[in-house]
């Protein structure tokens, strides 16, 4: 009990100490707040804080509600919180309340008979969410504001009498300031008061004038009960109203009154209409006294009020009401004119009956739902609309555009990359009331070539080239191969997936006519590259950049309605071949091949021999025409939706890129070749060799080759990978330092870098004389011409590795001897040679070495492999000799079992 009472003494005089330091923090006072270091040690000294085994609550997120944050500053330490940062949180807030948030039964019965599940009860939330007043009142105190004991009055005096007084009303309810006589103030208004003031300082203080003001005004205190969140008895400022009481007392609950609060005073009662203080009319000039007693009764009649109007909700009613004034509440319907008021009354017998047509002087009754719907279904008489790649989008009078020319207006008014070869006309069937979509040439329709006529309703889409970019985009062509769309976002290419899912056909092909689709496993498919020149040496389809063309958003025009990507698709042609812009053009009707080739941008420059390959999409038919010059077959020859045209031109006499030659040529550096052009057309393109060349060192390196056999060290990597798995799982052994190893030599095998070389002939005199070894040429090849060197490399498991000076005729052991011999971890009959054009050739260096003498030319390298077999009958060995020591153990312990 001692230590307990010590205890808690010592904890008291913390608690002490931490508020007197809190008391002498700069600005504490004024602010009148306790700095959170003082409160946290006070909660620490009360066993409230830090403790072990105590659990703290996390701390929000960044950005979620509930952030510890001051405005202007966001939870991280130095980082401004944007204007728009707060204004997303209080969305979030917003959203997650309205999840939580639980209907009261007034609610839940109104949205069960209209139907609309977001009625609420009017008023309420303001209410709630108003947050107490704080500080003190600022600006002028109108003339009928009534003094009382405890307000302060400053009066400034001016003439020949310059002096300033501040006097408070005493408990007698008078003034007295200065020489002047007092002056009964309590129960007064400012103005009254104030003429009093004046008066006096007249009659008393000569050539004087006086200026009244009021200073601090008194507090009151007011009681507030019923209906609110926290009923009490609440000290105001005498400015006071009855809205300021209220949300001190956290506001009326959706139980309570807000058209009958009762103000409650010595002189009597006064009903209270809240509505005024919510827009609702305009709001009463009451002041609080102190001792009033405000009470909020229990809500009163209700109706409710949905349909086309600016604020649907549930009102409460004061006395009697006509439809009009509910309508009022609610803002009014949404639409002047072509609105009808529908009514839903309750009986006596409980039975809930519709009255439609009910005049706007119609009086309501408690309990009604009012119905604000359209005369009509919403339809409109007598408009068209423009809409799409427009600079000025919305409805025009049918009246003033008869025709899709009327509509649109001049050709020289459209923006300059409109799409003129097809727009969408939008319209609905007088016969079926369906919606169809029926494509038109814009370019046709504005030039007088045709006349479409419009009809009421009808919705006319212009498309520009970027909306034509985009269906020929690989997302587009990989939600018509029927895999995930990589553009969730875009409400086109989500519709255009569902199409495809649902109806499996190849209406949508045309996407996809003219792209390399590259299959990349069971069910997977990806669009690897467009286009009809893809080059002939492109043999690894894993090179092709994927998605290099993917836009990185929706098209805006097919976003406003989600139909136009599928519409577009259906109605295309695919031009393919020596054409800038490859791809699908969706066309109205048929074109000329002509007018294809303009939409696809003209020609590659330098196309020459063209013939075109049309191919029929109904008759499955083929044909090829030739084209010469100003042939008339570009405007005669007509395309239908679905057909693939084709322009084929002689391939460019010129490889991609331009091969490297460097070293020991008369003129090293890139050349431009042509296709079909050798090693030996090239070197002399080059001037030739010089004199201290050495082709037979030439260093020939392929982007091709060097593909390949980076591709054969991953394909190596992946079987020894493997292999060592299924070492692993057959081995007893526990050891890892094995494993680890071989792991460690199958990265390096996998991150390995290959070279590209290509064992080729170079030296000129030989090419002339063997034309047949003669390397033909592709682009990116490099060729390297080395110095003739003087040297024999001699590496591997030799004495001293080197380089030797080269003798010509000396053979391989000879060098092998220059180097000090063969170690004894050498294996000697593994040993091989590299020869400075690439080869290698194993050498003997045993017995059999005269027979198979080997004389190395310069520059050639001379390799001694380790053995490792010894490593391997050394671990053989120890694992015996662990075998018989175990032998050895047992056979013991059995002998000595035995004697026993």
Known sequence: ????????????????????????????????????????????????????????????????????????????????DTLEEQQLRRARARAELAELYEPTPLERDFRARTGDRTLRQFGYDVLQAAPAPTGGRTGAVGDSYVLGIGDEVQVVFRGAT??????????DGRLIIGQLRPIPAAGRTLAA???????????????????????????????????????????????????????????????????????????????????????IGAPPALQLRDGDRIVVPVIGPTVAVTGAVARPGIYELRGSARAADVLAFAGG?????????????????????????????????????????????????????????VDNPGPR???????????????????????????????????????????????????????????GQDRLFLLSRADIAFLNSVAVRTVVLGQPNPLPQCRSL??????????????????????????????????????????????????????????????????????????????????????????????AGSATAGELLALAEGLVPGTTALSLDVTRALDA??????????????????????????????????????????????????????????????????????????????????????LAEQEGFRRTARELNNSLLAVTARSESRGTEGLQGAAALIQLIASAEATGRVVVEADPRVLAIRPDLDTLLEAGDSISIPKRPNYVLALGDVLNPGALQFVDGKPAEAYLRDAGGTLATADEG????????????????????????VTPPPGSTIVVPKNIDPLYRLSVFRDVSSIIANLAVSAATVGVLATR
């Open 1 to 80: 009990m001692l230590h307990l009472g010590v205890s808690f003494l010592h904890r008291v005089l913390a608690l002490g100490c931490a508020i007197a330091f809190a008391g002498v923090i700069p600005g504490a006072a004024g602010a009148q707040a306790i700095d959170p270091e003082a409160l946290r040690a006070i909660q620490r000294s009360l066993g409230a804080g830090d403790t072990a085994g105590a659990e703290r609550p996390a701390a929000p997120p960044p950005g979620e509600p509930g952030e510890a944050a001051g405005p202007g500053m966001g939870g991280l330490p130095g980082r401004v």
């Open 162 to 171: 310059n002096d300033s007084r501040t006097a408070r009303v005493d408990r």
């Open 193 to 279: 008061v104030r003429a009093d003031i004046q008066a006096e300082t007249r009659a008393t203080l000569l050539a004087t004038d006086a200026f009244v003001s009021v200073g601090q005004v008194r507090a009151i205190s007011v009681f507030v009960g019923g209906e609110v969140e926290r009923p009490g008895q609440y000290q105001l400022s005498s400015l006071a109203d009855v809205m300021t009481a209220i949300a001190q007392a956290g506001g009326v609950r959706r139980t309570g009154t807000l058209r009958q609060v009762r103000l409650v005073r010595a002189g009597g009662a006064t009903v209270v209409d809240l509505y005024p203080f919510l827009g």
């Open 333 to 389: 319907p949404l639409r002047g004119r072509g609105a009808d008021i529908v009514v839903a009354r309750v009986g006596s017998d409980g039975a809930e009956r519709f009255i439609r047509g009910v005049g706007r002087e119609a009086a309501v009754e408690a309990g009604d739902a009012l119905f604000v719907v359209g005369l009509s279904a919403g339809g409109a008489v007598g408009r068209v609309v423009l809409d799409g790649h």
């Open 397 to 455: 009078p049918l009246a003033t555009a008869r025709t899709v020319a009327d509509l649109v207006g001049p050709v020289e008014l459209l923006r300059p990359d409109t799409y003129q070869a097809f727009a969408v006309l939008e319209r609905v069937d007088p016969g079926t009331g369906a919606r169809l979509f029926e494509p038109v040439n814009l370019a046709r329709e504005l030039r007088g070539m045709t006349a479409t006529p419009l009809r």
């Open 494 to 587: 989500q519709r255009l997936a569902t199409l495809v899912r649902d109806t499996g056909s190849l209406r949508f092909a045309a996407a996809t006519r003219g792209s390399l689709v590259v299959r990349e496993g069971e069910g997977q498919a990806a669009v690897a590259a467009t286009g009809a020149n893809l080059g002939e040496t492109v043999r690894d389809t894993s090179r092709l950049q994927r998605g290099a063309d993917a836009p990185t958003g929706c098209a805006p025009v097919l976003e406003l309605e989600p139909e136009l990507l599928a519409v577009l698709l259906e109605n295309s042609v695919t031009v393919t071949g020596a054409v800038r812009q490859p791809g699908a053009y969706p066309i």
């Open 621 to 706: 038919g083929f044909e090829s025409v030739p084209l010469a010059a100003g042939d008339r077959a570009m405007s005669e020859l007509r395309l239908a939706v679905g057909d693939d045209l084709r322009f084929n031109g002689r391939q460019p006499a010129f490889e991609t890129s331009a091969v490297l030659v460097s070293g020991e040529v008369m003129r090293p550096g890139l050349y431009t070749i042509r296709k079909g052009e050798t090693l030996s057309q090239l070197l002399a393109r080059a001037g030739g060799l010089t004199e201290n060349a050495y082709p037979y060192g030439a260093i020939f390196t392929r982007q091709r080759v060097r």
């Open 830 to 853: 593994r040993a091989y040679i590299v020869f400075p054009n690439g080869l290698a050739q194993p050498i003997r260096t045993g017995l059999w070495a005269a027979r198979t003498r």
